[in-house]
């Protein structure tokens, strides 16, 4: 089984998207009034307080940031085995807020539709909108992101992997090519 | 990663990692317990039974709750009033129980081995929720789970574990768990409630309750079986010697670190093992075990119902 790797952002290029995203969630809301992040774990954890400090420096005022964790949403126990559960840590209220929900890599749809049902127990949030650092496409559900960092288009087979340094910031996204095996 | 075991049986089968999986599961379940909506749809459409062929109320509410909270639906059977007080076999009752095609099966039966015989023979996972004087796992993972949230670890904590060890499935599988997960275990106990060969089983063994409780982070008082002392003749001379030697009283707890918590896997026999002083004392954490029974269920249940592989025992 051979791989090949294809760099398709750098991080400077992370770097502009998540400022852009920055400036997008801030100028469709129009502030930041009742408008919270969740980031879906792990990776759009790491991305949402990446958003989450630029707004800061934008707004000059912080803003409320949680992380969910989809395991316990998902829809194929029995397929996968059961992969360690995360922590939800969301310490605040979110009924009738706003929530930008953030994930690194957008592709089925399922891991969405798993943290909605997830942050629906929690409250009831008064909008729920998606940013996303890569869309790869391959939707299996009525699903579509508000912010999107980079469209990439992808074989299904292929792989989109975000790597983060020791400190969870994003330096790196590559789309994998595997040959010789099945996707995923 | 996914976790290998289709059923728990017991602590024994369990690696360290196993353990640790099972623990780090329930910290993700715990949360979902202080929610207003405390239900999450992962075991959606699966069924468990809980049949309890012995007397339990903590046990089965805390393993019907976790069920529920995880969307399972959860039905209950016990011996009184079920064919079992009929004559019916064990295994003809758990193949009738199969045949109704539950996914998991949560069960307690006075008789040791009795969820190992039929997990050999059913296609469900079977979890034990007590056999006989044998084991009692989710007991101990709790118990775990609890030394873990107070004491900020389980390695080289010092543990004693006092009363009827003989006859206690919660002692047993607690000892398998802490030597497990590298803490030291000290066993206090009258004689006659001393297992043979205790020496055997990786702990210290003390003839005085003082010895084994001092400079320990936790003292695991266990219940005096009234029912065991009236049916096989008796252990002790009084309960009241047994509460001047070996219960729990505020000076005898003064021996042990200035942190150590005390628990007790309930039902309490207050003045017996434990003096009313000492259960609601600052130092008990007895109730906070009852309430992280139900995380540590909840990820037993999730666990079993995404294990792939067969248990060999």
Redesign the interface.
Known sequence: MSEQNTVILNSSGIERALTRIAHEILERNKGIDDLVLVGIRTGGDHLAAELARRIETIEGQGIELGAV?I????DD??S?????????DILFSIDEKKVVLVDDVLFTGRTIRAAM??LM???RPRSIQLAVLIDRGHRELPIRPDYVGRNVPTAREEDIEVRFDQDNRAVEVRLIKQQGRGGN | MAFGHKHILGIEPLSREDIFTILDTAEGFKEINSRDIKKVPTLRGRTIINAFFENSTRTRLSFEIAGKRLSADTVNISSSGSSVAKGETLEDTARNIEAMRPDIIVMRHGASGAPHYLAERLDCSVVNAGDGAHEHPSQALLDLFTMREKKGRLEGLEVAIVGDISHSRVARSNLYALNRVGANVRLAGPGTMLPPEVDRLGARVCNRIEEAIEGADVVMMLRIQLERQAKGGPLLPSLREYSRFYGLNPDKLTLAKPDAIVMHPGPMNRGVEISSSVADGSRNVILDQVENGVAVRMALLYLVAGGESEDKD
């Open positions: 964790d395991t316990m949403y998902r126990l029995g996968r085995g059961s992969l360690p559960v995360g922590k939800t049902d997830a127990d929690l409250g």
